[in-house]
């Protein structure tokens, strides 16, 4: 599936943010949502200047976003049930790898795996 196709079925489940595609990643493509200071959709490619031969586990693209726990109540409605006890990992943020694939599944076209 292609980048933006990805990230208009991202915004169909995020809905009413919207990701839109930006340069800031320099040779990487990608989509954000900046919706305040704490929180963040980001949606990144594969590096343009990745060699052909380089391993397929560098060929993925990558789904994430930030949020303080203050503002979980401002969240799309896709992602309002997420869990407030999940483990918290070394810099501090809480894991919804798990949970997050797992919506992202039931709810869009979209395959993935979370990252550890």
Do not use: K
């Not at 594969?46 to 060929?59: G, Q």
């Amino acid at each position: 599936m292609e980048l933006a196709a990805v990230a208009a079925e991202l915004n169909r489940f995020l809905d009413p943010v919207r990701l839109e595609e930006t340069d800031r990643f320099d040779e990487v493509p990608g989509f954000i949502a900046d919706l305040s200071d704490s929180e963040r959709f980001v949606l990144q490619g594969v590096p343009l200047d990745l060699p052909l031969d380089a391993p397929s586990s560098e060929r993925y693209n990558y789904f994430y976003f930030r949020c303080a726990e203050c503002d979980l109540d401002t969240l799309p409605l896709s992602l309002r049930d997420l869990p407030r006890d999940a483990a918290i990992g070394r810099n501090g943020y809480r894991i919804v790898n798990e949970y997050l694939s797992q919506r992202l599944r039931q709810i869009t076209g979209v395959r993935c795996e979370p990252a550890l």
